[in-house]
């Protein structure tokens, strides 16, 4: 584990620059408003910014500056770094010697500041704190006297590389050549962009044309991360070089196009599956990225309980019927049919599947990819799979009544079938086949279990703390007492290992329905979800959200998370 820092409040303790009581109540006023510690004080009065930026100097070990002492201004070098830098990001330039640039700046845990810095002016960022109020008044005074520079690397990019972009665009159908330069900006800022995301552990790249912006953000944890704002101006370049890389034509932007990148960032061989889709401003570009080891966790590491992990190894090892896993998209559902395909995969075994698209490539697997457009759907797979006498069958999704009734045809001729449904909970898995028109008896005797999970986010282990105050509105939405919580619950509190954020991965929280009489009963006579889910709570099932009240008393994850992610069902059953 690493060292820990000495708090702020602390160092301004030991200081004499405020006292205890001051101390804690700042400390409230920031938990209460989502502020930082060093605001919280300075907007209640007790200090000033001058001693929360030297008390942050020496948090973090770093130099401090007074910009209003003698011959500190003659020092300041504004020509070195462009003008938009300097206002946008409220920072100074020291000075320059070689490639080290000693900058002026008020926050040093902006660590994605001096990470783009260092990429946009190919130097390494010396940090140096002062205060920002002092910062703001030497900018306002000192740009009005020095004219604005445009960064070399800037130029160049409305140079060259809309030279080679515009070479490229008459060349696009030859997906033989290299239409850029391996030393042009925006193929460093791409490579950049996606070895960045791979080792930030985002699992999407977005990046979206805006008025007069490009905005480019992560998807870490299953929330959106605002990463940079690139110039309007690079737009075209950046967004056909990456429609090169991933063999679109780059001259067609009035259609959604789709494409897939392969690249080796680490040790690692990364599929990158690219959406292109045209938007007002322009064509708006997610890139999916794929990484081979986390489609084989294992079972042990999805997050299900000893008690449900024993059921789910007893459902998938049944010789026929289908087993449904059930969730909004992104929650992790394919994940967990692979860990299961995962087990099944062995010499004696023959596993199909039907999938859109292929993600992941599994040894030993026949994978087939629909293709809707020429006649290759679900359905049409579907039937050819059966003709092959398989032992397992996936089916990706399953999307209307006709591929619902081959699946359960399958089920009840003796195969094993997996497949996703969309649906909020486990129990109205079943109300929803039958509202496609699956007869009630045929889900009745086919579903032998139905899996509904979500996603929550996991608490970092490097900076999680015992929650002495949690919130009672989220205690009540997890139904848990406080009581229980207090000692147990913990909160995110953020440090460089995880971003600032607080958490670091994700784990599934589960609902395993398995059928029994009752259940077969109910679905038989087309009996609502409410009344499902009754019966099968009854017969010992446990909702979402208990699974998540368990890894919240673990220590896992918070209520705040657990309310996110199940809140919204439990409203809709206790309503």
Known sequence: MARSRKKLGEILVSQGVINRSQAEQAIKIAQGSGKRLGDALIEAGFCKDTDVAKALATQFGLDFIDLTSPGVADKIDMSLIPEDLIRKHKVLPLEKSGKKLKLIMHDPMDLELM?????????????????????TEFIEGGLKSQPRMVAPDESLVTSSIDRTIDRSVDRSMDRSIDVSREDAPIVKLVDRILNEAVNMRASDIHIEPMADRVRLRYRIDGVCIERDNLPKRMQNALLSRIKLMSAMNIAEKRVPQDGRIKLPVGDSQIDFRVSACPAYHGESVVLRILRPESARIGLTNLGLEPEDLAAFNRIIRRPNGIFLVTGPTGSGKTTTLYSALDVLNRPDKKIITAEDPVEYNFEGINQCQVRESIGLTFSAILRSMLRQAPNVILVGEIRDKEVAEIAIQAALTGHLVFST???????????????????????????????????????????????????????????????????????????????????????????????????RELAFEKAPAGQIRAAAVASGMKQLVDDGRVKILAGKTTPEEVARVAQAEMAEVEA
Do not use: W
């Open 421 to 519: 449904l969309h649906t909020n909970d486990a129990p109205s898995a079943i109300t929803r086949l039958i509202d496609m028109g699956v007869k009630p008896f045929l889900v009745a005797s086919s579903i032998q279990a139905v899996l509904a999970q979500r996603l929550v986010r996991i608490l970092c282990d490097n900076c999680k703390q015992l929650d002495d105050n949690p919130d009672p509105k989220h205690l009540h939405l997890v139904k848990l007492p406080r009581e229980q919580a207090i000692g147990k619950v913990y909160k995110a509190v953020g440090c460089s290992q995880c971003n600032n954020v607080g958490y670091k991965g994700r784990r599934a929280i589960f609902e395993l329905m398995q059928m029994n009489s009752t259940i």
């Open 115 to 135: 990470d783009m810095l260092r990429f946009r002016l190919s130097v390494d960022v010396e940090p140096i704190l002062a205060s920002k109020t002092q910062i």
